[in-house]
């Protein structure tokens, strides 16, 4: 890449500046004396999907979520996500270490905390825990989860959802303690920080309005709107990393790749508290299971989280509906997204996904009396007047042809990347952020397969296990939680 001449032209532009694009720009500002530019809408990074109070900020790591580990007609378990996430989440767990032994980050404790992470499961449900704590201990990475249904145990792990609860024999809980609590609003602070001081050019209130082609330089054109009015910017290789508004600037650009793509947004509702007597007797993150006839997109969890210093519990998410993609996007998005070449998409995944749809619907209808019966179910006592209902962030499900017909891409990243590899993006959510390392590294040895291998030797030069498959191999792993539980000061 060229050295650019004026200020408006870069090597590597970033449209967006949440967990995603401070990360990429991060990594990048280390590896190459490119010119790197990071394009961000609102006036502070990471205050859409990484903010604290738009995610459950579970580290995720495949310790306690049942829609990692989908249980099979004949009750077998499939450990395959949950070995994956695991192995990502590390690789993001890593590189936070990396810079937080370089004082690079300020406090780890002001971003990541230790919190058990437990799966809770009634009925028919604890037979699939079962199952599932049996597989996923046999592996390396899960090998200190622990299981049990005896109710002493349970009232010591979750003393707010096992005091006082009527005796029955159909509740089994799993816990790891290696778990995090993870506020991705003050680390995509602080991985931003860190970015400009390594020279990366920040242009906060920089709204993008249209992605396209130079068809003589083949340098791609940002049209951008801040704070002077209307400028064109231009650059070799730019990272769409907008989260629910990456769909519209990707439809902008007209890319075969993302033409019969399309987005449905979904927002969501938690139950907060900060009674400090609750809180004191529920230190941990519990994931549910979807009821039965629900769709895995519903799973209820009650979350110990730490912001700003101060504790509180979540309990969701309910679901809602707005059609921004993002939460201070507007009101026409939805219906802009709709094109010629996704519109077949739309209806298919319409047609063949009523049971979500029917879901999605009912949510929209739910009653606070039925909200505080669904907290009931984890906290048998719970009182109205302990829980505010707060608004959560928006997410867009990505929706694409599978098999010919339209589907609803539920969990996991979409990675985008033009057959010349010169412009990428990432579309999705869960696991999301608890994974941006991994994701974003994946993304730059595809985008740059020539010269990621020195970078990943740069890299392994402060992190040497960086890209080693962790479960199969005990002495890395080892390492890697020494390390890690050291610079990020958890209870590992």
């Not at 900020?57 to 395959?80: K, M, Q, R, V, W």
Request: aromatic share 8%; glycine share 10%.
């Amino acid at each position: 890449m060229k050295t650019p001449g004026t200020t408006d032209q870069f090597d590597v532009l970033i449209i967006g500046a949440g967990i995603m694009g401070a990360t990429a720009a991060g990594l990048l500002a280390t590896l190459e004396p490119w010119r790197i530019g990071v394009l961000e809408a609102l006036e502070v990074v990471g205050t859409e999907s990484s903010n604290g109070w738009n995610n459950a900020g579970t580290g995720h790591a495949g310790l306690c979520e049942f829609n990692y580990t989908p249980a099979a007609a004949d009750g077998s378990i499939d450990p395959a996500d949950a070995l994956v996430i695991h192995e990502q989440f590390l690789v993001s767990a890593q590189y936070w270490a990396h810079l937080a032994a370089r004082g690079r980050l300020g406090a780890p404790t002001d971003f990541i905390r230790s919190v058990p992470h437990c799966s809770f499961a009634r009925g028919r449900w604890t037979e699939v825990l079962r199952t599932r704590h049996a597989e996923l201990s046999a592996h390396r990475l899960f090998d200190s989860m622990e299981y049990t249904h005896d109710p002493e145990t349970l009232r010591q792990w979750l003393p707010l959802m096992f005091q006082g609860r009527e005796a029955t024999d159909d509740v089994a809980a799993t816990r790891s303690m290696r778990g995090t609590d993870v506020d991705y609003g003050s680390l995509t602070s602080r991985l931003m920080a860190d970015a400009t001081a390594a020279g990366v050019d920040l242009q906060l209130e920089t709204r993008v309005r249209g992605i396209s082609r130079d068809p003589e330089t083949e340098n791609w054109r940002i049209r951008a709107q801040g704070a002077n009015g209307d400028r064109e910017l231009t650059a070799t290789y730019v990272f769409v990393a907008a989260g629910g508004g990456t769909l519209p600037l990707l439809q902008t650009a007209r890319l075969p790749e993302t033409a019969a793509i399309g987005g449905f947004p979904i927002s969501g509702l938690f139950l907060r508290t900060d009674n400090a007597e609750l809180i004191k007797q529920h230190r941990a993150k519990v994931y549910g299971h979807p009821a039965d006839g629900e769709p895995a997109i519903s799973v209820p969890h009650l979350d110990l989280r730490v912001l700003d210093g101060r504790e509180y519990l979540m309990f969701g998410p309910f679901g809602a509906f707005s059609p921004r993609f993002l939460k201070r996007g507007r009101l026409l998005d939805l219906a802009r997204s709709v094109t010629r070449g996704n519109l077949a998409t739309l209806l298919s995944a319409a047609r063949t996904n009523l049971d979500l749809v029917r879901y999605l619907v009912s949510q929209i209808l739910t009653t606070p009396a039925q909200r505080l019966k669904a907290l009931r179910v984890f906290v048998p006592h719970a009182r109205a007047e302990d829980w505010k209902l707060v608004k959560a962030g928006q997410r867009v499900q990505v929706i694409k042809r599978v098999d010919g017909a339209g589907a609803i891409a539920g969990f996991g990243t979409e990675v985008v990347l033009t057959g010349d590899r010169s412009l990428a993006a990432l579309l999705g959510a869960s696991p999301g952020a608890s994974a941006s390392v991994g994701l974003v590294l994946d993304l730059l040895k595809r985008s740059f397969p020539e010269r990621y291998p020195a970078w990943l030797a740069a890299l392994r030069t402060d992190m040497p296990d960086l890209g080693s498959e962790l479960n199969a191999d005990p002495a890395a792993l080892a390492r890697v939680r020494e390390q890690v539980g050291g610079h990020l000061r958890l209870d590992w």
